[in-house]
């Protein structure tokens, strides 16, 4: 069975369904590459998905080691190349968790090198630059 299955749509919109579950959601090319920015671009869930990526992998240690991430949330800004190829240079992403200070510096730590090692981070060509910030 695929992942999941797309099609395309019309006027730079793609729709996209996940297989196993059935949701799905709408692509649009990014005002500044023709589209109408109306819903998240490709490259936009690229970067979204590092975000997503690591707070899941922090999610499954912290599960494992009883520590509440109640709270956490983070912010990605995605930097586009300015000459061809048009590809993602880099991808910022803040992690914040008002709960921090619930965690001992040991935990926290091992929280960090978890959101640095999970599978988008290490998927992603070494040549886009993550630029990775925590407060806590």
């Not at 109306?38 to 707070?55: H, K, N, Q, R, Y």
């Not at 109640?70 to 000459?83: A, D, F, P, Q, V």
């Not at 190829?85 to 914040?96: F, G, K, L, Q, T």
């Not at 978890?114 to 630029?131: E, F, G, R, Y």
């Amino acid at each position: 069975m695929p992942t999941s299955t797309g099609r395309y749509n019309e006027n730079l919109r793609t729709e996209v369904r996940h297989s196993r579950s059935g949701s799905s959601f709408v692509t649009d090319a990014p005002v500044d590459n023709n589209g109408k920015g109306e819903a998240f671009s490709p490259t936009d869930l690229v970067a979204a998905a590092l975000g997503s990526c690591m707070a899941t992998i922090m999610g499954i240690w912290a599960e494992k080691n009883d520590v509440d991430l109640s709270g956490l949330h983070w912010e990605i800004t995605k930097h586009m190349s300015s000459n061809t190829p048009r590809r993602i240079v880099a991808i910022d992403v803040h992690m914040e968790w008002p709960g921090a200070h619930t965690a001992t510096d040991e935990q926290k730590h091992k929280l960090k090198k978890a959101a640095l090692t999970c599978p988008v981070a290490q998927s992603l060509h070494p040549d886009i630059q993550q630029n990775i910030s925590f407060n806590f």
